[in-house]
């Protein structure tokens, strides 16, 4: 109980930490938010380009979140292999997981690389 205490305390500690200095850093400055805010309510009119950073924009974000869905699932697996304590039915399922994800992972990373080659491609010839 007394163990359990402590690493309560410790753990409270180290969050109120990361706390403190998240609010001190978000407090120094406002991060590029008036450049943002100027260039989405621009009223000028729409450009091609904008239009295709619109789009790149949409593909990155998807793309992201895909990545995002295959760590966990990478995280997942080596959770499952940690826990399976011998069993092989459990080992092979976490290995499974593990490979696929793996596999997986790898394409999003090269469908992000062409995407952001192709937009960058599009960009500079728009200019």
Do not use: E, Q
């Not at 007394?2 to 706390?19: A, D, Q, T, Y």
């Not at 407090?27 to 729409?46: E, H, R, S, V």
């Not at 979140?65 to 966990?72: D, E, H, N």
């Amino acid at each position: 109980m007394r163990k359990l205490v402590l690493n309560l305390l410790v753990f409270i500690f180290i969050l109120s930490g990361v706390l403190s200095v998240s609010i001190v850093a978000s407090a120094a400055g406002n991060f590029g938010l008036d450049d943002t805010a100027a260039t989405a309510f621009n009223n000028t009119g729409i450009k091609k380009a904008d239009l295709v950073l619109t789009i790149g924009s949409l593909v990155n974000t998807a793309l992201s979140f895909v990545g995002v869905v295959f760590l966990i699932l990478i995280i997942y697996g080596g959770f499952l292999w940690m826990t399976a304590g011998g069993s092989d039915d459990k080992v092979n399922k976490a290995i499974g997981i593990f490979t696929n994800s793996s596999i997986g992972l790898m394409i999003v990373i090269a469908a992000y690389l062409i995407t952001r080659y192709i937009g960058t491609a599009i960009i500079n010839s728009l200019k």
